[in-house]
Nanobody
C-alpha cells in the first residue's frame, strides 16, 4: 500500500510563509493528480490546490496569488508553498493523490494523515 506523508506544518505569524511537502512511498506505483485539501474546525474539507500529471494547476480563489503547488515526479512528492498567510488559513492540511499500483487497472485515492497549520494574528 502506498503511503502519503505530509511535513512542514507548524505555527507562523500572519504574513509569514510555510512550505508543505507530501511524499508518497511504497513499491511499484504511479501517481496522477496530487491535491492539497484543508479542513478548519467546524468547517467542511475544501480543495486548496491541485496539480495533474502534466503539471497543470488549479487553486481555490481564496489562495490564488499566495499559494503555489508543484511536484517532483522523480521523488513522488508534491509541495505547497504558502505565502502571505492569514489567520483564516489555519487548518489541518491533507495531501491526496490518485494512485495506481503497477499491474492494476484501477486507480484509488490515497490520503495523508494531515498536518496542522496555524497562523496567528
Amino acid at each position: 500500500q502506498v503511503q502519503l506523508v505530509e511535513s512542514g506544518g507548524g505555527l507562523v505569524q500572519a504574513g509569514g510563509s510555510l512550505r508543505l511537502s507530501c511524499a508518497a512511498s511504497g513499491s511499484a506505483f504511479s501517481i496522477a493528480a496530487m491535491v492539497w485539501y484543508r479542513q478548519a474546525p467546524g468547517k467542511q474539507r475544501e480543495l486548496v490546490a491541485a496539480i495533474n500529471g502534466g503539471g497543470s494547476t488549479n487553486y481555490a480563489d481564496s489562495v490564488k496569488g499566495r499559494f503555489t503547488i508543484s511536484r517532483d515526479n522523480a521523488k513522488n512528492t508534491v509541495y505547497l508553498v504558502m505565502n502571505s498567510l492569514k489567520p483564516e488559513d489555519t487548518a489541518v492540511y491533507y495531501c491526496n493523490a490518485d494512485i495506481r499500483n503497477s499491474g492494476s487497472d484501477g486507480w484509488y485515492a490515497g490520503w495523508g494523515q494531515g498536518i496542522q497549520v496555524t497562523v496567528s494574528s
